[in-house]
C-alpha cells in the first residue's frame, strides 16, 4: 500500500535538531539573513540562482536580476541551455 505524501502548509524552521511551525515573515527573514551571512563571509560570488525553463521570461528575468543586483554575482544558470 502507497503512503500518502502530505505537502507543507506553513514554512518550518530548524531547532534543536528538530523542525517548529513558524510564520512567513520570520521564515523569509531567516532565508534573508542566511544570504547576506553567507555574502559578508565569502563574498557574492559564493551565492547563484538556477531557474529552469517552464518559468515564465519575466521569472527568469528576476531570477538574474537578484542575482545581480542584490547579491552581486553573474552566478545564474538555467536548464534553458539543455
Known amino acids: 500500500m502507497a503512503m500518502k505524501l502530505e505537502r507543507l502548509t506553513e514554512p518550518l ?6 523542525f517548529r511551525p513558524a510564520s512567513w515573515d520570520e521564515a523569509l527573514d531567516r532565508a534573508a539573513e542566511g544570504f547576506r551571512r553567507v555574502k559578508a563571509e565569502h563574498g557574492g560570488d559564493a551565492i547563484g540562482t538556477f531557474s529552469c525553463s517552464k518559468a ?23 536548464c534553458n541551455r539543455t
Open 13 to 18: 524552521i530548524r531547532e534543536q535538531g528538530g
Open 56 to 78: 515564465s521570461n519575466e521569472m527568469n528575468f528576476l531570477a538574474q536580476k537578484l542575482a545581480r543586483v542584490a547579491f552581486g554575482t553573474h552566478n545564474v544558470d538555467s
